[in-house]
Every structure is written in structure tokens, then in C-alpha cells.
Nanobody
Framework: QVQLVESGGGLVQAGGSLRLSCAAS????????MGWFRQAPEKEREFAAA????????SYADSVKGRFDISRVNAKNTVYLQMNSLKPGDTAVYYCAADVRYNDVVRGSNDYWGQGTQVTVSS
């Protein structure tokens, strides 16, 4: 089992930045692929970014590419999502995801999810 706890959400003005953190604990989380998904009100959950266990491979949704950066510090079992140039359309609950298989994280068919953290971007 892997437990995921997100933090760092909040209210920010358009054009601002936030950094989300996801702390993982449990069974060898530093080897797991991890990612971030988001769900806006009345919309389905969507993929935002993913990072391989090695940290060498990343993927981004087109909607966040060039503005968001995913990274990880395996010694801390923590993955980060640096969000810059935020837009009102980025408003959503952001969920941390983890799985042994990188492609499962990218597809959203991963085994583990966090509880989510709210990000609200005001115009």
C-alpha cells in the first residue's frame, strides 16, 4: 500500500504561481511513477502531469505544457507540481496519483490516489 497526501493548494490570482506537494509513504514509494490529475466542478478528472520513478521521464497535458513543471525528490518520497502563469481555467481539485507502472499513471488507471487539494485561480 502507498499513501499519498497532497498540500500546497489555495487561492491565487490569475498569472500567479503555486507549488503543490505530494508526500508518499508505504511500500517503496520512491520507485513508483507519480502524477497529478485535476477535476474541475462538473467535469471529469483529467491528466495534468506524470513523472517516472527515475525522474528522467515526464509527460504533460497540452493544457499545462510550458506552464507546469513536475519534479520529485526520492529521498523525501515527495513529488511536486510547480504551477506558473495560472489561469482561471486551472481551478480544480488536484489529485496526486501513484503506480508501479508509468503508463498506468498517464492513463489514470493507477492504483493509488491522494485525497486532493483545492486550487482556485481568480480573474
Amino acid at each position: 500500500q502507498v499513501q499519498l497526501v497532497e498540500s500546497g493548494g489555495g487561492l491565487v490570482q490569475a498569472g500567479g504561481s503555486l507549488r503543490l506537494s505530494c508526500a508518499a509513504s508505504g511500500r517503496t514509494p520512491s520507485t513508483y511513477a507519480m502524477g497529478w490529475f485535476r477535476q474541475a466542478p462538473e467535469k471529469e478528472r483529467e491528466f495534468a502531469a506524470a513523472i517516472h520513478g527515475s525522474g528522467d521521464i515526464t509527460s504533460y497535458a497540452d493544457s499545462v505544457k510550458g506552464r507546469f513543471d513536475i519534479s520529485r525528490v526520492n529521498a523525501k518520497n515527495t513529488v511536486y507540481l510547480q504551477m506558473n502563469s495560472l489561469k482561471p481555467g486551472d481551478t480544480a481539485v488536484y489529485y496526486c496519483a501513484a503506480d508501479v507502472r508509468y503508463n498506468d499513471v498517464v492513463r489514470g488507471s493507477n492504483d493509488y490516489w491522494g485525497q486532493g487539494t483545492q486550487v482556485t485561480v481568480s480573474s
